[in-house]
């Protein structure tokens, strides 16, 4: 185990120190719910400020042009190709994450005639099934659930498109993208993979992998504050030979043109759908520009040393407590999280958010810490464990006023 002065002089050494500086987190709190909701860029106010005075307020309609609102999408989009292994023309700025899988499985389907089978696997991130299962009932297809551990076994003739998640939402579990991508290519199938917890945490190579479609959540480690729009992801490759289900006017080939009948885009600019968010983008770029300014190899590298830190002082003390780690304790299988069951997690975590330690819970017990290394430190993650450690032993988080369930957690 490590001490605080070995905490300390991680930090101390950390390349990344001064980052913290660059967003708004309150004194005295340990921040780990990254994952679920970034923290604030600093710079955001300011550049908000600036597009709705500057260029809403004094340029008003001119602003699509002269400061190129139009292209944001694209812009941003680009921006994060380089956070997720994509090229330039790849990736696109747009709507939600649930929308952007809409979009893509029911390119797929469309595309992969005469196969009618979704595949993944049960407790998936829910608005992942859920959408695959009322695009099914439209397309009269087959969402096909299989356990992790027989889900290669499963692809076959019949399957159009296999949906995955990277980093699995609750245990923390890495998929071995380049492996089941392989795997569904060689039985003529295309894959999706929801990057939502893993795009500005770890290591992702989505042309490396030989990815087809992707898509992404543009408000947890991205830190594009709450509700930011998402992105999608389709390879060069396929984008002139899959249509979106949602053809919309930013879509079209001639937005402008105004004509009654529809024609989509070339590239990526077809997976456009509605007229985009304009200060939701503005916020989202702002913290996107901090990621690349940073070595990125390196960050992903002490993103996995918070979570063995972390492993490490917790399990010293886990099982006397009843806690289990959930999320694999290899670098190479998980994400940028760490999740340990207890019996009685949620008033355990409510506890720990009193007592300055911000995670999150998911049901039925499990407590989930997220390590964003742009702003999460190695002192955060000891005095963390040692905060959980106390509670456990003191067993404060008994009081009947912690098992009140809050609707958002």
């Known amino acids: 185990m490590l001490t605080l002065d070995d905490a300390k002089a991680l930090d101390a050494d950390d390349p990344f120190k001064g980052m913290r500086e660059r967003f708004f987190l309150p004194e005295g709190l340990i921040y780990?719910?990254?994952?679920?909701?970034?923290?604030?860029?600093?710079?955001?106010?300011?550049?908000?400020?600036?597009?709705?005075?500057?260029?809403?307020?004094?340029?008003?309609?001119?602003?699509?042009?002269?400061?190129?609102?139009?292209?944001?999408?694209?812009?941003?989009?680009?921006?994060?190709?380089?956070?997720?292994?994509?090229?330039?023309?790849?990736?696109?700025?747009?709507?939600?994450?649930?929308?952007?899988?809409?979009?893509?499985?029911?390119?797929?389907?469309?595309?992969?005639?005469?196969?009618?089978?979704?595949?993944?696997?049960?407790?998936?991130?829910?608005?992942?099934?859920?959408?695959?299962?009322?695009?099914?009932?439209?397309?009269?297809?087959?969402?096909?659930?299989?356990?992790?551990?027989?889900?290669?076994?499963?692809?076959?003739?019949?399957?159009?498109?296999?949906?995955?998640?990277?980093?699995?939402?609750?245990?923390?579990?890495?998929?071995?993208?380049?492996?089941?991508?392989?795997?569904?290519?060689?039985?003529?199938?295309?894959?999706?993979?929801?990057?939502?917890?893993?795009?500005?945490?770890?290591?992702?190579?989505?042309?490396?992998?030989?990815?087809?479609?992707?898509?992404?959540?543009?408000?947890?480690?991205?830190?594009g504050g709450p509700g930011a729009p998402a992105f999608l992801f389709v390879a060069e490759r396929l984008q002139g030979v899959l249509a979106s289900p949602l053809t919309g006017w930013m879509g079209h080939a001639e937005p402008f043109a105004f004509v009654d009948d529809y024609r989509p885009a070339p590239g990526i600019d077809r997976f456009l759908c509605g007229t985009p968010s304009i200060l939701a983008l503005t916020a989202l770029e702002t913290a996107i520009d901090l990621f690349l300014e940073t070595d990125l190899i390196a960050l992903h590298a002490k993103g996995q040393g918070l979570c063995d830190l972390f492993i490490g002082q917790v399990s010293a003390f886990a099982a006397v407590h009843d806690l289990r780690l959930v999320t694999p304790s290899r670098p190479q299988r998980r994400g940028s999280h760490v999740s340990f069951a207890h019996p009685q997690g949620y008033p355990l975590m409510q506890a720990l958010i009193d007592h300055g330690v911000v995670g999150d819970f998911r049901t039925p017990d499990v407590v989930r810490f997220g390590f964003t290394p742009l702003y999460v430190g190695y002192e955060d993650v000891w005095r963390a464990a040692e905060a959980l450690k106390s509670l456990l032993e003191s067993g404060v988080w008994r009081e009947p006023r912690y098992a009140v369930r809050a609707k958002v957690t």
């Open 32 to 223: 780990l719910d990254g994952n679920s909701l970034g923290a604030m860029p600093s710079a955001a106010p300011g550049r908000m400020d600036e597009v709705v005075r500057g260029e809403w307020g004094r340029d008003l309609i001119r602003s699509w042009n002269v400061h190129d609102w139009i292209g944001a999408p694209q812009r941003v989009g680009d921006k994060i190709a380089r956070l997720v292994g994509a090229g330039p023309g790849e990736v696109v700025v747009a709507d939600s994450t649930s929308v952007n899988i809409f979009k893509l499985l029911g390119a797929a389907l469309a595309h992969n005639v005469g196969r009618k089978v979704i595949l993944t696997e049960p407790g998936d991130f829910p608005t992942d099934l859920y959408i695959a299962q009322g695009l099914a009932a439209q397309f009269g297809a087959e969402v096909r659930v299989v356990e992790a551990e027989a889900l290669e076994a499963a692809i076959d003739d019949d399957l159009a498109v296999l949906m995955l998640t990277h980093v699995h939402y609750k245990s923390g579990r890495r998929r071995d993208m380049a492996a089941l991508t392989a795997a569904a290519h060689a039985k003529g199938a295309l894959v999706l993979w929801d990057l939502s917890h893993s795009a500005g945490a770890i290591a992702v190579d989505l042309n490396g992998a030989g990815a087809d479609l992707a898509v992404g959540c543009g408000y947890k480690y991205l830190n």
